[in-house]
């Protein structure tokens, strides 16, 4: 059992940035790791995730490209997301999401592929 704790999250201004973090309680090493993001009304989306070879196992949403960072330090069990250039339709609740062990990086942007979520931290961007 894992468990995940995003923190970060605030209110800041287009163009502006903000560094997500999600500490876990376990072991991250040999898990695939993502955010996630809600916004109001929409459906939960796939933001970036990393896998076990962060050098290697990196994908980013279209839209973050270029503006956003995933991270992960196994020696502390943190995954981060930084963000940059902000724009107001980055506005979500942002999650981080863990899987099993030595899962496959394959399927990395399905939610059904992650068995560990955190609650969620607030980003509104206003313009």
């Known amino acids: 059992q894992v468990q995940v704790v995003e923190s970060g999250g605030g209110v800041v201004q287009a163009g502006g940035s903000l560094r997500l973090s999600c500490a876990a309680s376990g072991d991250i090493s040999s898990l695939r790791l993502a955010w996630f993001r809600q916004p109001p009304g929409q459906e939960r989306e796939a933001v970036a995730a990393?896998?076990?070879?962060?050098?290697?196992?990196?994908a980013y949403a279209q839209s973050v490209k270029g503006r956003f960072t995933i991270s992960k330090d196994n020696a502390k069990n943190n995954l981060y997301l930084q963000m940059d250039s902000l724009k107001p339709e980055d506005t979500a609740m942002y999650f981080c999401?863990?899987?099993?062990?030595?899962?496959?990086?394959?399927?990395?942007?399905?939610?059904?592929?992650?068995?560990?979520w955190g609650q969620g931290t607030q980003v509104t961007v206003s313009s």
């Open positions: 990393i896998g076990r070879n962060a050098l290697t196992e990196i």
């Open positions: 999401a863990a899987s099993r062990p030595d899962s496959p990086f394959f399927g990395s942007f399905s939610p059904s592929t992650y068995t560990y």
